[in-house]
């Protein structure tokens, strides 16, 4: 009590009590562990793989929903209905944020809390914006890691939304246990939008905004994705009838019941036939490998005798002294068999 | 002369007669130089640096033009007219191609020769088809090389090409001295077909087919883009009035002489203020830095303790074992500082 550094015990509490209170479902404490995960300091990486390691023992699991949606499509809203809808089923509800685009502004999307503004304040849900980093490897590490939280902080089910560009939305199809496609009602030229690789990942696409004058255009645009499902070649992961596309308004509440029993219905035939398991395994060694390659690529830059190195080869290349190739294999003896 | 042994010695002359034979231009040579570099065996790799390494004391330098066009805008036309145009005017011209896709077929875009009949006939080309490789590292590196053994070959302009879909375009923009962007005759809608980033990248437009009953959509087409290209911000390597569109016909020959006279004055203004060499020395050292990352990475898939290290590891993070951070802090100790 009065031994450990008065700086860092006024930061965190120590690694064991952290521990304890995340697995004790307290959200202050999440909410601390989630920014000691995105700290990139040294000695927070290793305090973070410590803590993971740790609550990796508690072998929790929520159902994690991959949901991708543009701006417009009332993505917001919809999360906000459809959280509420888990909470009043009995589940505690996290949201993760995971916005490509926040790496320049330095905002995300959920910075403005009060577009969620009932779940935000549900004592049985938890949100979390996106994580500002420079790049994305970076940006999928911090998120599977807080997914890892929020799992050992007992919740049910873990929303990880993104908005539909670039390579956001593969990040965190691979991440999910479901991924849901949230679309706006459009008429049948948009449809070509959906990027086809995109749709070959979606396990359930929800057509938001089925009320008022939308509804009959909801109605229309969702018999065509449902057609273009049917095109798609069967999955092995899928049972009779899936993917599946769905009518939902945010507004009226429309479809929000059906939309969580078919995601029900999947995830727990999945558990049954075994691709459940096994996609989370394969999903897990891909983030190993993936951060082996990180990690090894990072000493090129972190290293200060490797950087001099690289430096002083790479002015030689471009003055025509060196060819790429005989400079790198310079370098790479220098970097040890 | 009988020391050799025999059947590398019916593969392939010495590598000192070699690098003699390609500087001297002969075709044969330069293309046995070529299936040496496309070669992944580890004895011809080091022999491939070998010879690059000795050719490049030649500081020869050819034209680099890069060329991107999809299917149907009438490439291999354009380039069987423009390449004997430039033979015409006293020069050697090669073309090598870059086709993302013959990684998959084993195919490749100038597989069928027949299309360029003359220019394939002429002694003073050499037509390379695209190397069929698994990844675009890989096609990136060989291309890279084979462009430096054709300028060692002693030609003075080197057409790359490549289909425009995917990374393929921004990988040729960055081997080229100039990039061309080659269009066919269309609607203003489907301007926004090209992505904006390969726009930014042209350094001149070529709408081709503007003959017969597609001349005044192609004369609409060259003034939409010209239009387009004075939206974008000056680059500091253009001098006045680049980039610019211009109209051409394969068939009829229109503008292919303004096309090259365009392209020999940005070149030589270029040239004149210095943005030519510091094009190619930050290109150089960029594949320098890529080199150097693909061979590190190469290391988990190579060293056979490695992989077996990974593999091990791989199915302690898939069975929950281990987190993925804890398990690649592991592998990247035994990779060793």
């Known amino acids: 009590m009065t031994a450990a550094p008065p700086r860092r015990k006024a930061r965190l509490p120590d690694l064991d009590t952290l521990a304890d209170r995340v697995a004790a479902g307290e959200r202050r404490a999440l909410a601390r562990a989630i920014t000691l995960i995105e700290s990139t300091r040294p000695e927070d990486r290793a305090l973070s793989t410590a803590l993971l390691q740790k609550l990796s023992g508690l072998k929790r699991q929520a159902l994690r929903i991959g949901l991708s949606g543009t701006?417009?499509?009332?993505?917001?809203?919809?999360?906000?209905?459809?959280?509420?809808?888990?909470?009043?089923?009995?589940?505690?509800v996290a949201v993760l944020a995971v916005d490509p685009s926040s790496t320049r502004t330095g905002g995300s999307i959920l910075g403005d809390k009060t577009r969620m503004e009932r779940l935000s304040r549900a004592p049985e849900a938890f949100i979390r914006p996106s994580p500002s980093l420079s790049h994305l490897g970076g940006v999928s590490r911090r998120t599977r890691e807080a997914v890892a939280l929020v799992e050992a902080a007992g919740f049910d089910?873990?929303?990880?939304?993104?908005?539909?560009?670039?390579?956001?939305e593969t990040m965190v199809a691979e991440m999910s246990d479901l991924f849901v496609l949230l679309l706006a009602p459009a008429g049948g030229d948009e449809l070509q939008g959906v990027k086809r690789g995109i749709m070959e990942t979606a396990d359930l696409i929800l057509v938001n905004k089925a009320d008022g004058d939308l509804k009959s255009t909801a109605t229309r645009t969702c018999a065509d994705y449902a057609?273009?499902?049917?095109?798609?070649?069967?999955?092995?992961?899928?049972?009779?009838?899936?993917?599946?596309?769905?009518?939902?308004?945010?507004v009226t509440g429309l479809g929000l019941e059906q939309a969580w029993s078919e995601m029900q219905a999947l995830a727990k035939w999945r558990q049954a036939e075994g691709h459940w398991d096994a996609r989370r395994a394969?999903?897990?060694?891909?983030?190993?490998?993936?951060?082996?390659?990180?990690?090894?690529?990072?000493?090129?830059?972190?290293?200060?005798?490797?950087?001099?190195?690289?430096?002083?080869?790479?002015?030689?290349?471009?003055?025509?002294?060196?060819t790429a190739s005989q400079a790198a294999e310079n370098i790479l003896e220098t970097l040890g068999a």
């Open 227 to 250: 057609g273009a499902l049917r095109l798609l070649r069967k999955r092995p992961e899928d049972p009779e009838g899936f993917p599946k596309a769905l009518m939902v308004s945010a």
């Open 71 to 92: 701006p417009g499509v009332g993505k917001s809203t919809f999360i906000e209905a459809f959280g509420i809808a888990l909470i009043d089923a009995g589940l505690k």
């Open 282 to 322: 394969a999903q897990a060694r891909g983030w190993f490998e993936a951060e082996v390659r990180a990690g090894l690529l990072a000493r090129l830059t972190e290293d200060t005798a490797t950087r001099t190195a690289m430096d002083r080869l790479g002015a030689d290349v471009a003055a025509g002294k060196l």
């Open 157 to 168: 089910v873990v929303l990880i939304e993104t908005v539909g560009v670039g390579q956001s």
